[in-house]
């Protein structure tokens, strides 16, 4: 009798302990904070593309040093004429020159404020991306 209730007792108890051990092991759901910033164009490029890209390159590296540095924030541009690029250029929904702010599944298109402010208000270009950079690491 004694052997039947010690069975029974490690029968209801090992489930019970098998949910703590889960529970305490589960991993962390991990949120993808990094931004990345996209600059596609064509292989000819005339000089405000070129000022779009260094430009927007210099503000991020200016406004976030340390998201840069550790890796959280990165700039890489991207030529649609290669052929390496054509999978990043359909998962991201881009066929054009494209400045383009993505963190998970949020993605900002300023492409337009680049062109418009790049060259003749740079300050003004900076504060825009500042804006937007901030809105999405809320």
């Given at each position: 009798m004694r052997t039947i209730k010690l069975i029974l007792f490690l029968t209801l108890l090992m489930p019970l302990v098998s949910l703590a051990q889960t529970n305490q092991t589960a991993p962390k759901k991990a949120v993808n904070e990094k931004i990345e910033a996209y600059y596609f164009h064509f292989s000819s490029r005339c000089v405000t593309c070129k000022t779009v890209e260094a430009q927007a390159r210099q503000d991020l590296e200016m406004l976030y040093p340390e998201k840069v540095k550790l890796g959280e924030m990165t700039f890489p541009a991207i030529n649609l004429d290669d052929d390496s690029s054509k999978a990043i250029a359909e998962k991201l929904q881009i066929s054009g020159q494209t400045l383009?702010?993505?963190?998970?599944?949020?993605?900002?298109?300023?492409?337009?404020?680049?062109?418009?402010?790049?060259?003749?208000?740079?300050?003004?270009?900076?504060?825009?991306?500042k804006t937007k950079v901030d809105g999405l690491l809320k």
């Amino acid at each position: 009798m004694r052997t039947i209730k010690l069975i029974l007792f490690l029968t209801l108890l090992m489930p019970l302990v098998s949910l703590a051990q889960t529970n305490q092991t589960a991993p962390k759901k991990a949120v993808n904070e990094k931004i990345e910033a996209y600059y596609f164009h064509f292989s000819s490029r005339c000089v405000t593309c070129k000022t779009v890209e260094a430009q927007a390159r210099q503000d991020l590296e200016m406004l976030y040093p340390e998201k840069v540095k550790l890796g959280e924030m990165t700039f890489p541009a991207i030529n649609l004429d290669d052929d390496s690029s054509k999978a990043i250029a359909e998962k991201l929904q881009i066929s054009g020159q494209t400045l383009l702010l993505v963190k998970g599944a949020k993605k900002v298109n300023i492409t337009n404020e680049g062109f418009l402010y790049a060259v003749s208000n740079p300050e003004k270009f900076k504060s825009i991306i500042k804006t937007k950079v901030d809105g999405l690491l809320k």
